[in-house]
């Protein structure tokens, strides 16, 4: 199985820039396609999806969220931070089966 | 508005049998692969399963397989999860989710917990 790791937590303040990282165990990349994805989770909520194929946004999702990367490292970027965006920050890899996510990272105020 | 509602959660003890329904509802069921996702308490995201939009092929984490069924009925437009042989790591918040190579649209989950 893809191993995809993940910082337990970041701190960061109200208006910053935040960098939330993922790194494979082996390339997600096929070719153009980078087919690893984001997700946000609140407290007591389901998961959402905010980016797909490494840097397109999901539907609805403002532009303060972006995502890069190839092969094996991945970072989201929430640029500025808001108090919504506070949660946790999961990517999924789909390049090959069983698709498994990061351990999540949870995003804090400092 | 594509909706997904669980249900069929509770309290099982270890051994026994629980089956989980998802509704769907605002886009073509029978269009989509769709998929359970679980994620134990306070712990990450854990693909459980994944089946075919027609059903006909079903895919399965190698720690339920031959414990859990995925299936779907297509003219009711709901996914199915029959957990038997449950054991205390299968306890969890069970995600219904629509599946298109990743996990677009996921339900509000249902909390399964396995206990004597």
């Known amino acids: 199985d893809i191993v995809l790791t993940q910082s337990p937590a970041l701190a960061v303040s109200l208006g910053q820039r935040a960098t939330i990282s993922c790194r494979a165990s082996?390339?997600?990349?096929?070719?153009?396609?980078?087919?690893m994805h984001w997700y946000q989770q609140k407290p007591g909520q389901q998961p959402k999806l905010l980016i797909y194929?490494?840097?397109n946004l999901a539907s609805g999702i403002p532009a303060r969220f972006s995502g890069s990367g190839s092969g094996t490292d991945f970072t989201l970027t929430i640029n500025p931070v808001q108090a919504d965006d506070i949660a946790t920050y999961y990517c999924?890899?789909?390049?090959?089966?069983?698709?498994?996510f990061g351990g999540g990272t949870k995003l804090e105020l400092k | 508005e594509v909706q997904l509602v669980e249900s069929g959660g509770g309290l099982v003890q270890p051994g026994r049998s629980l089956k989980l329904s998802c509704a769907a509802s605002g886009f073509t069921f029978s269009n989509y692969y769709m998929a359970w996702v679980r994620q134990a308490p306070t712990k990450g995201l854990e693909w459980v399963a994944s089946?075919?939009?027609?059903?006909?092929?079903?895919y399965y984490r190698d720690s339920v397989k031959g414990r859990f069924t995925i299936s779907r009925d297509n003219a009711k437009s709901t996914l199915y999860l029959q957990m038997d042989s449950l054991r205390s790591e299968d306890t969890a918040t069970y995600y219904c989710?629509?599946?298109?190579?990743?996990?677009?649209?996921w339900g509000q989950g249902v909390m399964v917990t396995v206990s004597s």
């Open positions: 082996q390339s997600v990349s096929i070719s153009r396609y980078n087919l």
């Open positions: 089946i075919t939009n027609s059903g006909g092929s079903t």
């Open positions: 194929r490494a840097s």
């Open positions: 989710t629509r599946e298109t190579t990743l996990f677009d649209y």
């Open positions: 999924q890899q789909s390049r090959e089966s069983p698709p498994t």
